[in-house]
């Protein structure tokens, strides 16, 4: 098992940056594949981005494509998902997520831990 807790969100004015973490518990989380998600309210939870156990590949949603960098540290159990040039409709709670899977990265269904969620708010 694995457990995971986000920190580093806030409030940010548009155009502003963060930087979030995920704190992976466990000897065993380079064997994980690694997700981020949000919801915003009243919203379905949506796919931010995803790395896979050794980092070789990262995906990224459509709406984040060029704004959000996700990488990991094996070392320090830790994923990060920097993001720049926020807008409002970023403005949500965000989850970090494992799976042992292979994928489909971008599905809920395919992660079976998560963490308790940050919250990320854009004001313009």
């Known amino acids: 098992q694995v457990q995971l807790v986000e920190s580093g969100g806030g409030l940010v004015q548009v155009g502003g940056s963060l930087r979030l973490s995920c704190a992976a518990s466990?000897?065993?989380?380079?064997?994980?594949?690694m997700g981020w998600f949000r919801q915003a309210p009243g919203k379905e939870r949506e796919f931010v981005a995803a790395i896979r156990r050794n980092g070789g590949s990262i995906y990224y949603g459509d709406s984040v494509k060029g704004r959000f960098t996700m990488s990991r540290d094996n070392v320090k159990n830790t994923v990060y998902l920097q993001m720049n040039s926020l807008k409002p409709e970023d403005t949500a709670v965000y989850y970090c997520?494992?799976?042992?899977?292979?994928?489909?990265?971008?599905?809920?269904?395919?992660?079976?831990?998560w963490g308790q969620g940050t919250q990320v708010t854009v004001s313009s």
């Open positions: 997520a494992a799976t042992q899977w292979g994928g489909p990265y971008s599905q809920i269904p395919t992660y079976g831990y």
């Open positions: 466990g000897r065993t989380f380079s064997s994980y594949g």
